[in-house]
C-alpha cells in the first residue's frame, strides 16, 4: 500500500523469503507451534539469544477482517518467543481519533519502540512524527504514513505485486487461447491498495495480447458484497476464460455465487492467502486454481525489526550494522503445486 513498492518482474512461482527469516540470527531449539498457532511460529525467531529487554508497543486498526485478526496474532505469538521483549498491545479501532489516543498513550508510557498499522496512514502520519520526534523509532507496518519522517523502518506487502502476478499466472494459463475472455473483481475502489492490484494486473495483462480484461466489478473485501458482486458478474459476463479476485475473504462470496450459478467453465485467482483458499486449492475439485499472498506474518517480522531496533541490531546475513529502512514483502503466488509449504500460514 505504498508509493515505495517494488515492482518486480515475472517470478510469481518463486517462494516467498519472509522477512523474519532474513532477521535470523540463530534458530531457535524450542519445537513449532501447534497448528492453531499464527504463521509466525513456523518461522525462525530473529537472533533468540537474550538481550537487552525491549518494550514495544503495538498499535492496529479493529481486526474486523481476518487479514487483520492475523496481523494481531501474528505480532502477539512473535513477540511472546522473546524472553526480552514487553508487548504493550492497543485494543485497535478503526477509529482513527482514537488510535491517536492509544498511540500517544504509548508515547507518554514511554515504550522503546513503537509498531502502527494506522487505520488511515495520512490521518495518522502526525502522531508518528511525535513518537519520532520524542526519540522512539517507528516501524511503520503495511498502510504507509505520509512522510518516511515519521517512520524509522516500513515494512508491507506488494499490493502492484499482487496483480502482477495474478496476470502472469492466468496469462500462462491462458497463453495459446485465442481470443481469451478474463474478468475482475476487485476491493473498495476509493483505496490506493485497490488500485495497485488493478494497476498491477492490467500491466501484466499487455505482455498476452490475445487475453482482453472483459469486466470489473468493486466488491467491499467481504463476503456479502463478494457474493453480491460476483453474481452481477456472472450474470452479465456468459462466458470468459479466468476471474481475478483480489481477496478471499470476498471471495468466499464469490464462490457461493458461482456454485449457485452453476459455473465451473473458467479459473478462478484469488488475494491474500486465507486458509479456505489454501484447502480449496488442495482439493482442486472447483474453479479456485490459486491465490496471490498478501502475508499477515508481516506483523511477526514488523516484531523482529522492532527488537532489533531496541537492541541497536541489524539483519543478520546482510553487511548493514542497522536495519533496512523499507522492507516490502513478495506476493508469491500459491497453487497445488506449493499449497502444502504454504497452508499454516492461512488465515481464518
Known sequence: MTEITSRRGLLFGAAAVSAGALLTGCTSNEPSGSKDEPAGNDQPAADDKPGKQVTIGFAGPQADHGWLNAINDNAKS??????DVTLEITEGSNDTAQQIGQIETLINKKVDVLVVLPADGKALTQVGLKAMRAGIPVVNLDRIFNTPQAYRCWIGGDNYGMGLNAGHYIGEKLKGKS?????????????????????????????????????????????????????????????????????????????RAIEQAGRDDFLMVGGAGALSAFQAIK????????????????????????RALGQSKGIGGLAEFEIPSSLTLYSAVVDKTNVDQYMSTGFK
Not at 482439493?283 to 522492532?306: E, F, H, N
Open 78 to 83: 512473535r513477540a511472546e518467543k522473546y524472553s
Open 283 to 306: 482439493q482442486d475439485d472447483g474453479v479456485l486454481k490459486a491465490t496471490v499472498l498478501y502475508p499477515p506474518t508481516m506483523a511477526a517480522s514488523a516484531i523482529d525489526l522492532a
Open 179 to 255: 481470443g481469451a475472455r478474463v474478468i475482475e473483481l476487485a476491493g473498495l475502489d476509493n483505496l490506493e491498495l485497490t488500485k495497485q492490484r488493478t494497476q498491477g494486473f492490467d500491466d501484466a495483462l499487455k505482455n498476452y495480447p490475445d487475453i482482453k480484461k472483459v469486466a470489473r466489478q468493486a466488491a467491499e473485501f467481504t463476503v456479502e458484497s463478494g457474493q453480491a458482486k460476483m453474481a452481477q458478474l456472472l450474470q452479465a459476463q456468459s462466458k470468459f476464460d479466468a476471474l481475478w479476485n483480489h481477496d478471499d475473504d470476498q471471495g468466499v462470496g464469490a464462490l
